[in-house]
């Protein structure tokens, strides 16, 4: 069974920059693309980014431009480095994985997902 674990998320001021990581472990090798969702409080789950096995991103506009997914093969870990942080950022942020080859942006293409990680962005 495939477990996702993030870490990274914290307390930022506006402005500032975040990295975050997600883990995966336990039939990697069944996994394709990688993404990050996002969902603030009293919100839909949102598409930030993605990545397949290839290198191939895909980024919600929202965010493209300020954050970057990228991927380690041999540590089985995806980041999603985050830079010029707005308030309007904070959420909790998600790691999923899908076996889906593509770059999936609907939450339903994914097929495991992680306990999230809190990031707040203050004013």
């Known amino acids: 069974q495939v477990q996702l674990v993030e870490s990274g998320g914290g307390l930022v001021q506006a402005g500032g920059s975040l990295r975050l990581s997600c883990a995966a472990s336990?039939?990697?090798?069944?996994?394709?693309?990688m993404g990050w969702f996002r969902q603030a409080p009293g919100k839909e789950r949102d598409f930030v980014a993605a990545i397949n096995w290839s290198g191939t991103t895909a980024y919600a506009d929202s965010v493209d431009g300020q954050f970057t997914i990228s991927r380690d093969h041999a540590k089985n870990t995806v980041y999603l480095q985050m830079i010029s942080l707005k308030p309007e950022d904070t959420a909790v942020y998600y790691c999923a994985a899908s076996r889906r080859t593509l770059v999936p942006r609907g939450a339903s293409a994914y097929d495991y997902w992680g306990q999230g990680t809190q990031v707040t962005v203050s004013s």
């Open positions: 336990g039939g990697t090798f069944s996994l394709n693309a």
